[in-house]
């Protein structure tokens, strides 16, 4: 079963097109991440996509997919904000097994593995309630055909959808007919495209459509996720923390948006995959000229500025030559760290990192403490400080050890049974674990 992905620029040569990220910087990371950890885990990785896709994706960026095709220029006549057309184009292409990957999907396993004699698999199924609701009733009274498929959901808008950042399967024959399905919806209510949000119609000729077809053809979905989520809102997607642990994310919806996760995507690429970072980096300088300052990075060099910050760590003294960027490589994949050495009950050490600020500021009329937390190439970050943090904080400071940290802070709590100590103990670690995520300390031996 070979795996899939696409890219069409909607008929844009805009380097800046952001296709709903934070910033478009973040969408080119997402492909480079994404094609490496397929390559890493799958023989055949195979790219569809149009010319100014190839220009950046293979000219530029030089992804190692294993075939390219480069046929999305022929959907230009479409309206660009009518994204998952090109997928569905590129389903209806396949005359073999297929599992198709969203570019804002990262793997850390061979779906091959598990899926390998799926007839028809996606990622999880989701309700489609209120959101959704409001979404259709402002789009379909200004359609002109509605398929089968879609009356009956027209009938009962509190059914299902599928979502599709992972989709394929054996059953060619019925890909090819629900893309036949879905891009006949699609092209027959082309007089309606002005007259729509067409972003959100994507959801109903795409996911909502998809579920509507198997259920009429009686087919069987395989999910990779078994959970059942409610309108796209999704929780559990986007932790690179929890990496390798964790063997998928995907970056859907809010998440493209949120810019502590966006950070955490680049660091991740910049550690793992520093070289083709750095082509990143000129493609990114080339468009921004001169007000960029993103760093070119080799294996060599990366490895080099975390032994640095390690020894300025232990020294309790740090350099302020590249010390945003020393810090990022150091601390990606630390909270897997902090977990191994909890598992095995090993003491360490913690430290307090330089970068940030205290400041105080008005929220619903109090006044409250921030951490300001400044970041490399990129706005600082936030973080709400309670009392707690007040507390943990002032200890880790100096510079403390582990068990010595559990000590000082078990005198704020009240306990009397062992199992209440032991709740005590996991809250004290999940706050360590979010000072990690959040570059706040760092931990050594």
């Known amino acids: 079963m070979k795996?899939?992905?696409?890219?069409?620029?909607?008929?844009?040569?805009d380097i800046k097109s952001n296709y709903g990220?934070?910033?478009?910087?973040?969408?080119?990371?997402?492909?480079?991440?994404?094609?490496?950890?397929?390559?890493?885990?799958?023989?055949?990785?195979?790219?569809?996509?149009?010319r100014f896709g190839y220009d950046i994706l293979i000219t530029k960026l030089q992804l190692p997919y294993t075939k390219v095709h480069v046929v999305l220029d022929d959907l230009n006549d479409y309206h660009s904000d009518l994204w998952a057309v090109s997928k569905i184009k590129v389903y209806q292409m396949q005359t073999e097994p297929f599992l198709h990957i969203d570019g804002d999907v990262f793997v850390w396993e061979s779906l091959n593995e598990k899926f390998r004699d799926a007839a028809v698999l996606t990622q999880n199924l989701e309700i489609t309630a209120s959101n959704y609701a409001k979404m259709w009733n402002e789009i379909s009274p200004e359609l002109l055909y509605m398929s089968g498929e879609m009356e009956s959901y027209h009938k009962r808008?509190?059914?299902?959808?599928?979502?599709?950042g992972v989709t394929g399967g054996n059953d060619i024959d019925f890909f090819k007919e629900y893309a036949r399905i879905s891009i006949d919806f699609l092209d027959k209510n082309r007089k309606a495209w002005s007259k729509?949000?067409?972003?959100?119609?994507?959801?109903?000729f795409e996911q909502v459509l998809f579920y509507q077809y198997a259920q009429k053809r009686e087919a069987k979905i395989d999910f990779l996720f078994s959970e059942l989520y409610n309108d796209g809102y999704y929780s559990g997607f986007a932790e690179f923390q929890d990496v390798p642990d964790k063997k998928y994310l995907h970056l859907l919806g809010a998440y493209?948006?949120?810019?502590?996760?966006?950070?955490?995507?680049?660091?991740?690429?910049?550690?793992?995959?520093p070289q083709y970072y750095s082509k990143w980096a000129v493609m990114i300088n080339e468009?921004?000229?001169?007000?960029?300052?993103?760093?070119?990075?080799?294996?060599?060099?990366?490895?080099?500025?975390?032994?640095?910050?390690?020894?300025?760590?232990?020294?309790?003294?740090?350099?302020?030559?590249?010390?945003?960027?020393?810090?990022?490589?150091?601390?990606?994949?630390?909270?897997?760290?902090?977990?191994?050495?909890?598992?095995?009950?090993?003491?360490?050490?913690?430290?307090?990192l330089d970068g940030l600020e205290q400041t105080v500021s008005e929220l619903n009329d109090e006044e409250v403490s921030f951490l300001e937390i400044k970041e490399h190439n990129a706005a600082p970050g936030k973080y709400q400080l309670d009392d707690l943090d007040q507390i943990a904080l002032g200890a880790i400071?100096?510079?403390?050890?582990?068990?010595?940290?559990?000590?000082?802070?078990l005198v704020h709590f009240d306990y009397d049974t062992q199992e209440q100590q032991d709740g005590i103990l996991t809250l004290l670690n999940g706050l360590l674990t979010s000072y990690i995520v959040l570059k706040i300390i760092a931990i050594y031996k």
Not at 157 to 164: E, H, S, Y
Not at 196 to 204: A, E
């Open 397 to 409: 400071e100096p510079g403390i050890l582990y068990s010595e940290f559990i000590a000082e802070m």
């Open 3 to 13: 795996i899939i992905q696409s890219f069409w620029t909607g008929n844009s040569t």
């Open 256 to 273: 493209k948006k949120n810019p502590a996760v966006c950070k955490a995507m680049e660091v991740y690429v910049m550690k793992n995959y």
């Open 21 to 50: 990220w934070f910033s478009y910087k973040y969408n080119w990371l997402s492909w480079i991440l994404s094609c490496h950890q397929l390559v890493k885990f799958h023989k055949d990785v195979e790219l569809y996509t149009d």
């Open 196 to 204: 729509i949000n067409c972003l959100n119609f994507n959801l109903f």
């Open 287 to 352: 468009a921004e000229g001169e007000q960029n300052e993103i760093e070119f990075l080799t294996p060599e060099m990366a490895a080099e500025l975390i032994s640095m910050f390690d020894h300025e760590l232990k020294s309790k003294k740090f350099s302020a030559e590249h010390y945003l960027l020393k810090r990022d490589l150091y601390t990606e994949g630390l909270s897997g760290y902090l977990k191994s050495l909890l598992g095995k009950k090993e003491d360490f050490n913690i430290a307090l």
């Open 157 to 164: 808008p509190d059914n299902f959808g599928c979502n599709m």
